[in-house]
């Protein structure tokens, strides 16, 4: 490419015939004016498109990252949902193979509760039959007491009568 300077230093060999000197270099002064204008104009885009070029692929590594970022955290969110889910059940498991124990406990505790009423009722049942039987005994024990009072009475009465009769004889 052909810089300003290189317009502005270019000699031509001179000949007898040919273009006015002056007009060749007021029209290369001219050319050389437009085209430092020009030149540097390009170099200043050629500078901001580098830049913006620069920018650009900033970005884009930029927006990769993130997509890599959002990919990651994305996956990460999977995985820790999963776990979430794999936690919850074993929770639940648990909770059920606990249920079943307390409940197996519960039923064991009711058995043996049961098993103990039922010795209960029948000691009750054991000893109110004794304490009939005591009672029967006893109220026999009475009327026998009662009858041999009676009976002692009517003999006393025979002695006390016969000696009456034996002492008015």
């Known amino acids: ?3 300003p300077n290189d317009i ?3 000699d031509f060999k001179k000949v007898a015939v040919g273009y006015s000197p002056e007009e060749v270099d007021t029209f290369l002064d001219d050319i050389y004016e437009d085209y430092e204008k ?3 104009e390009s170099m200043q885009s050629k500078t901001k498109t580098e830049v913006v070029q620069e920018d650009t692929d900033r970005l884009r590594n930029l927006e990769k990252t993130l997509e890599r970022t959002l990919s990651l955290a994305e996956a990460a969110a999977e995985e820790t949902k999963e776990a979430a889910k794999a936690e919850a059940e074993q929770i639940i498991d648990k909770a059920k193979l606990e249920r079943v124990e307390i409940l197996s406990a519960a039923r064991t505790k009711v058995y043996e509760l049961e098993q103990e009423i039922a010795a209960l009722q029948n000691r009750y049942e054991l000893m109110r ?3 009939k039987l ?3 005994a006893e109220i026999e024990l009475l009327d026998k007491n ?4 009676e009976k002692d009475a009517a003999k006393a009465a025979d002695k006390e009568a016969a000696h009456k009769e034996a002492t008015h004889k």
């Open 1 to 3: 490419m052909v810089t």
């Open 8 to 10: 502005a230093t270019k």
């Open 38 to 40: 020009l030149y540097n």
């Open 129 to 131: 039959a004794r304490v």
């Open 134 to 136: 005591l009672l029967y």
């Open 146 to 149: 009662e009858i041999l009072a």
